[in-house]
């Protein structure tokens, strides 16, 4: 987006607004701007203090014509949204207004979805109810995860932006507004979230997993003690239908050339790559080095738990972290 921007002869960038390096937590698939803005000399503003009467005081001096923000995880102050002569634009992983709120594309990949959007709109003071200026349908295939469908829906931002600019600098585009009790709102994903129910169907576990791969924190399931992460994995339609047949929901059954083999609801996951610890392997290394043999079973999941985690059912417990070792 920005190098979009940077590369536009009608745009002139004046400041960048991030989170720093050194903020305490940072959001999955961060990217640091300060090279980019330090290498253009432009000045780089700590997006925490947006509200803070001394950065919105810097925000009016910059004379702004238009504020684009993307990749942003927090509300922008209305204060801020003001400053602009020509508003503040923003984009959303969804097809407004269904799926506002956290981690859209997560939540399409974990319900089975075969197509997100992305939409771009005029930033308001609630969670992406403005009005609607530009919107692209997004396809999510059987091999995309988390992290690819998020690059489609970004390069669909990017088209967006492009194509709606001039109008955007001209004042001339008129958005859509959203009915505020149009669409659904999403649950807020944490990483405990990531506990895996295996009495889902093969697809549901395979989903489930490349929902939650690179960049976010991942699926996990504990094994004889350990937490195992769960990067990739597969349904193992090419698994003679009888294998594991038997077995329990989480047990692991066999491995083969390409990973584990993981009974499931109704036939076999397979495991291609994991994490135990701080390493991650393909998941045949895992079960050649890691002591845990055929047989072994992976915890199951009490329903409610595993309700809560897939955005169907309230918080089992007070604090979620005893979810998590």
Known sequence: MLLALSEDPRVQLVAVATVPTSA???????????PFAA????????????????T???????DLDLMVVCGWTRLVPAAALGI????????????????????????AIIHGARETGATMLMLDAGVDTGAILDQRPVSIGPLDTCATVY??????????????????LAGTLRGVAQAADDGDVLPRRTPEMGITDWSLTPKQVHDWIRAL???????????????????????????????????????????DGAGVLVRA????????????????????QWI?????????????????????ARGIGAPPYQSQNALVS
Request: hydrophobic residues 40%.
């Open 288 to 308: 050649r080095t890691s002591g845990v043999r055929p047989g072994a079973r992976f915890d199951p999941v009490e329903p409610a738990v595993s309700r809560w």
């Open 39 to 54: 290498a253009r000399g432009l000045p780089v503003i700590d997006g925490r203090s947006l509200g803070f009467a001394e």
């Open 84 to 107: 602009p002569r020509r508003g503040c634009v923003g984009f959303h992983a969804s097809m407004l207004p269904s799926h506002r709120g956290r981690a859209p594309v997560n939540w």
């Open 56 to 62: 919105l005081a810097d925000l009016s001096a910059l």
């Open 265 to 284: 609801r109704g036939g076999v996951v397979r495991l291609l790559v994991v994490q135990d610890g701080d390493v991650e392997m393909p998941a045949r």
């Open 151 to 168: 690059s489609k829906v970004a390069e669909a931002g990017v088209a967006m932006l492009r194509a709606q600019l001039p109008a955007l």
């Open 213 to 255: 791969t690179h960049p976010y924190p991942g699926a996990f399931s504990f094994v004889e003690g350990r937490c195992l992460r769960l990067w990739r994995a597969e349904p193992a339609t090419d698994v003679v239908s009888g294998a594991g047949k038997g077995a329990v929901p989480g047990e692991i059954v066999g491995c």
């Open 24 to 34: 305490r937590s940072l959001p999955a698939g961060y990217v640091d701007l300060a």
